[in-house]
């Protein structure tokens, strides 16, 4: 959301970006758009999604807007109702297919609800846009409208490592059920590296208990919340990346995650899910290795990046090419030509 707003900044528009603070959320810094932050009673569940919305529509009205974005469905409902009675333009950001998420796909009311509200988001969206082809073509076929295809890559980064030694393996991201942490774990007892996990998330005591319970709590290493400069440092630092989900519903398998082109970006190859969009990308420019998210599959997949050297060398100059291209200084250009239609 940073890179979006600021982008759209730099090309002239006037942008709030409103979200909500936790309790260990850093200070906001300084950028060339307005920020607004809400503290909430209520931080997960049902109430957390109401409060949030309709704390939303109080703000707008005494905040108004020519143009009402919402990224996915969790906070479409506040801009859906403010576009409609201030007679405003709607943009609709899906950067998740929400019914299928797997926190809510075996729920078949809360699933219902998604389902309504994203349908009611792309029926109201004077301009819908999503991250992976795969999603264009499932909401295109399913809502019958015009979908544009805004992929989240990272700004290019300029300040390249070299793997450090001993090597260490890296997984960015939320620590979340069906992102195969368990599985890589388990992996690690037979893998001669370090393992170092930035993120947050509901799994993490958990997650400390397998690693003691396995052996591995000495060459696992949890970092938290990483800020992105210094994320960026230790991925490129990294000796490979780890894009590891489950198929636990079309979210996850249409899915297209921001560090697969974080490693890229980093000029570190991957151990990766054969999903669509992964194996698209691979197509053109081949930085990952394939495996599916099964303990016997991830360890010797890791193990061929750490043993075959040809391999190794040969993805890294891969992702060296394709980071020139996947990046946001080309993505983001399209992200603008689309709001120009505002203007």
């Known amino acids: 959301m940073l890179r979006i707003a600021g982008t759209l ?7 709030t970006l409103v979200g909500r603070v936790l309790p260990h959320s850093p200070a906001l810094q300084k950028k060339n758009f307005r920020q607004h932050r809400f503290k909430c ?6 109430l957390f999604y109401l409060e949030y919305n309709l704390r939303l529509v109080l703000w707008f009205f005494t905040h108004s807007f020519e143009v009402y974005g919402a990224v996915d469905a969790d906070t479409a409902l506040a801009c859906i109702i403010t576009s409609m009675w201030r007679r405003k333009p709607f943009v609709f950001d899906a950067h998740e297919l929400f019914p299928e998420m797997p926190e809510v796909v075996h729920r078949p009311v809360v699933k219902d609800i998604w389902a309504a509200v994203e349908r009611m988001a792309f029926a109201r969206a ?10 264009v073509s499932y909401f295109q076929q399913k809502y019958k409208r015009e979908v544009h295809l805004i992929r989240n890559m990272p700004l290019r980064q300029k300040k390249l490592g070299e793997p450090e ?3 260490y393996f890296i997984y960015q991201g939320a620590l979340n059920i069906g992102r195969g942490l368990e599985t890589l774990l388990e992996a690690m007892q037979q893998v001669p590296a370090r393992l170092v996990i930035c993120g947050e998330g509901p799994l993490k005591a958990h997650l400390h208990e397998i690693a003691a319970k ?11 919340n990483v800020a992105p400069d210094a994320l960026a440092q230790i991925t490129s630092s990294a000796y490979a990346g780890l894009m590891l989900l489950d198929n636990q519903g079309l979210s996850y398998y249409y899915s297209l995650a921001n560090k697969f082109f974080d490693y890229v970006q980093a000029g570190i190859p991957q151990v990766c899910v054969p999903f669509p969009e992964y194996q698209r990308l691979n197509s053109a420019y081949e930085v990952a290795l394939f495996t599916q998210n099964e303990v016997f599959e991830v360890r010797n997949t890791m193990l061929t990046l750490l043993q075959d050297q040809e391999t190794y060398q040969q993805l890294r100059q891969n992702c060296m090419i394709a980071r020139e291209e996947w990046s946001w200084e080309t993505e983001g250009q399209k992200l603008v030509a689309l709001y120009a239609r505002f203007l």
């Open 214 to 224: 396995l052996g591995v709590q000495d060459k696992v290493i949890f970092k938290g």
């Open 9 to 15: 900044a730099e090309a002239g528009f006037n942008v």
């Open 126 to 135: 004077s301009l819908a846009y999503t991250v992976s082809s795969s999603l």
């Open 165 to 167: 030694v001993p090597p």
């Open 41 to 46: 009673l209520f931080r997960k569940g049902p």
